[in-house]
């Protein structure tokens, strides 16, 4: 969610830390701010909304120093305000925090019997004033900041900065990621490989119960226990050009066009090429398997739904899916010769991680799909699939959706090989579909006029409803979702069925009704009760093939016409009408398509 730079440099640091502040943007935030270490004296500058006002503000009220940490806010504690803008100064030591610090009410009435005032509604304040205590009782910076880290329970990432030390910064991580990147006579932390791509490429993650102390030649790290470590050093790999707009108006619209680019290569990571087997890293035996439990959240949860329909059609294994930030509170049993699958984009969302730790020693196998292979999520697992999505910026997820799906297809086709509960020619038959999905998806991309046109009603609604069966419900919650959270129009995505069961009720002229609809073994009944419907004056929009807008146009508002495919395929192909309604519904509100309000990429915090 927030977004943390730190730098030990040599040059002036505040336009390298609000650089570095840009490239975290897409995490979501709603206020910024930096600090820095000139001629020994702490300065800080902060400000609300976008980091266009911070750097402003730096402009007229410059902030030199060439030590500093940054900070983009998603408030959690308090509302975003200057005052409560990280980073957080108590005295000589400033604070940027990503996560919440559980115990700080009693961290706070302990401060106050020392007569400690506090200014903020934040947790994180907490932290810096704490440090503080701590520097006044004698302790050196390094000792003031770990003892502060021993107090705080929860999850966080921190950054320290001390007046006086411009050749010190103390960072440490418990269940919010943070890395460390090494330069050339100078040091770097951030929130993720993003934020430090310009400035370097060799990378060290932190781990769980990690603290670094470091200068501008050297990088100590200590465990939980207090104990020296060694950790990685990683050369990783970020392909710049993923995190511009590529001519694009959005990060989002041009993210939606990469679609058929990064499935194929997701689809040519898995599917040998000329062969129809499915290779995955690692050793995952599904003949050793009963059951698999999946768990995700937002969009990912939706794919998992969809996989679940895979999975037990295909392969015939029963599957459990489950809200991550639902799963370990009700302590479900997890019985042997069972898998547990997650799925992150991130692969640090907090809740999933979280469900994962529940499964370790439980599962007989942990295996996730992630579109980071460094990510925690990741190094947790016993396989990790990634996903080869690429840098995803807008905060609706797009690309990284269909990458998902066309992973836990495949995943599925390796289960049935191993079950042999399909034959060799229907496995040859999903693998060709497979390799022609791209092309497909391109053809799909073509319809962005009628979807444009579709979406100018949808923006003139205040409630819309998806209709979905079979493969196509979960991919109708998933529509519902985008809708909502990028055009802030309220819209539920319902299994087709359940229409008459009581969303029936909500139908009237004022109601448009989004059908996604292939000509597939259950069209009939969506038909039906797309009927139900136009009878009671509800505006239908149908999204289907040839076949079925033939079949099916009369007294619809409007079609959109995608091209055939086979069955099994169809959600990942209808997930780009799907998010170009979602997207041009929202430009045509006027909106802000890549970063809506009050969410956040990346969620690392529960």
Same mark, same amino acid.
């Given at each position: 969610m927030c977004g943390i730079v730190g730098v030990l440099g040599e040059h002036e640091v505040a336009p390298i830390l609000v650089e570095a502040l840009k490239r975290l943007e897409y995490r979501g935030y709603d206020s910024a701010g930096i600090a820095t270490v000139n001629n020994g004296a702490l300065g800080r500058r902060r400000a609300?909304?976008?980091?266009?006002?911070?750097?402003?503000?730096?402009?007229?009220?410059?902030?030199?120093?060439?030590?500093?940490?940054?900070?983009?806010?998603?408030?959690?504690?308090?509302?975003?305000?200057?005052?409560?803008?990280?980073?957080?100064?108590? +005295?000589?030591?400033?604070? $940027?925090?990503? *996560?919440?610090? =559980?115990? &700080?009410?009693?961290?706070? /009435?302990?401060?106050?019997?020392?007569?400690?005032?506090?200014?903020?509604?934040?947790?994180?304040?907490?932290?810096?004033?704490?440090?503080?205590?701590?520097?006044?009782?004698?302790?050196?910076?390094?000792?003031?900041?770990?003892?502060?880290?021993?107090?705080?329970?929860?999850?966080?990432?921190?950054?320290?900065?001390?007046?006086?030390?411009?050749?010190?910064?103390?960072?440490?991580?418990? +269940?919010?990621?943070?890395? $460390?990147?090494? *330069?050339?006579? =100078?040091? &770097?932390?951030?929130?993720? /490989?993003?934020?430090?791509?310009?400035?370097?490429?060799r990378i060290t993650y932190l781990e769980e119960g990690d603290r670094a102390v470091l200068t501008r030649t050297s990088l100590e790290i200590r465990n939980e226990a207090g104990e020296l470590v060694n950790r990685e050093l990683r050369q990783i790999k970020i392909d710049q050009s993923r995190a511009d707009k590529g001519g694009h108006k959005h990060f989002m619209a041009k993210e939606i066009a990469e679609q058929p680019v990064v499935v194929a290569e997701a689809i040519r990571s898995y599917l040998r090429t000329g062969g129809d087997e499915i290779t995955l890293p690692g050793n995952l035996d599904f003949t050793k398997l009963d059951r698999l439990t999946m768990v995700a959240c937002g969009t990912a949860f939706y794919a998992c739904l969809t996989a679940k329909y895979w999975f037990e059609q295909l392969a015939q294994i029963p599957v459990e899916v489950d809200i991550a930030s639902e799963f370990r509170y009700r302590e479900p049993p997890i019985p042997g010769r069972t898998a547990a699958l997650f799925v992150s984009q991130s692969g640090e969302t907090a809740d999933t991680l979280a469900a994962l730790r529940y499964c370790e020693g439980k599962a007989d196998k942990i295996v996730s799909v992630v579109n980071v292979p460094e990510s925690s999520i990741a190094r947790e697992s016993d396989i990790a699939l990634p996903i080869h999505a690429g840098v995803e910026i807008g905060v609706a997820s797009t690309k990284a959706f269909t990458c998902q799906l066309s992973v836990l297809l495949m995943l599925a086709l390796k289960a049935a090989a191993d079950r042999g509960t399909l034959t060799p020619e229907e496995l040859a038959d999903h693998a060709a579909a497979l390799r022609g999905l791209p092309s497909v998806l391109n053809t799909a991309l073509e319809q962005n006029d009628a979807i444009r046109a579709a979406a100018q009603r949808l923006s003139e609604a205040r409630d819309v409803l998806f209709l979905g069966r079979g493969l196509m419900f979960p991919l109708a919650m998933e529509g519902a979702l985008k809708l909502k959270e990028i055009s802030y129009i309220h819209a539920e995505g319902y299994a087709s069925g359940e229409l008459k069961h009581g969303p029936i009720a909500l139908i009237d002229k004022h109601m448009p009704v989004v059908v996604m609809a292939p000509r597939d073994a259950v069209f009939d009944k969506t038909v039906s009760n797309m009927q139900e419907v136009m009878a009671r004056k509800g505006k239908v929009i149908l999204v289907s093939d040839d076949d079925g807008i033939a079949e099916a146009k009369d007294g619809v508002q409007s079609t959109i016409r995608m091209p055939h495919i086979h069955p099994g395929l169809a959600p990942i192909l209808y997930s780009v009408p799907a998010q170009l309604l979602a997207y041009h519904t929202a430009v045509a509100k006027g909106t802000d398509v890549d970063q809506p309000r009050n969410l956040a990429k990346s969620v690392t915090v529960e």
């Open positions: 609300v909304g976008k980091l266009v006002n911070l750097s402003d503000l730096l402009v007229h009220d410059p902030l030199p120093g060439k030590s500093g940490i940054g900070h983009t806010r998603w408030a959690t504690h308090g509302v975003p305000s200057v005052t409560n803008a990280h980073p957080h100064q108590a +005295g000589p030591v400033a604070v $940027v925090h990503n *996560g919440i610090v =559980e115990n &700080y009410r009693e961290l706070r /009435a302990e401060l106050a019997e020392h007569g400690v005032d506090f200014v903020t509604e934040t947790d994180t304040e907490t932290v810096a004033l704490m440090a503080e205590h701590f520097l006044n009782t004698g302790l050196s910076p390094v000792d003031a900041a770990f003892k502060t880290i021993d107090r705080l329970e929860g999850a966080f990432a921190l950054a320290f900065l001390f007046d006086g030390q411009d050749d010190l910064i103390v960072a440490a991580r418990k +269940g919010s990621p943070l890395a $460390v990147g090494h *330069g050339d006579g =100078e040091m &770097y932390v951030g929130s993720d /490989a993003i934020a430090l791509a310009p400035l370097t490429d």
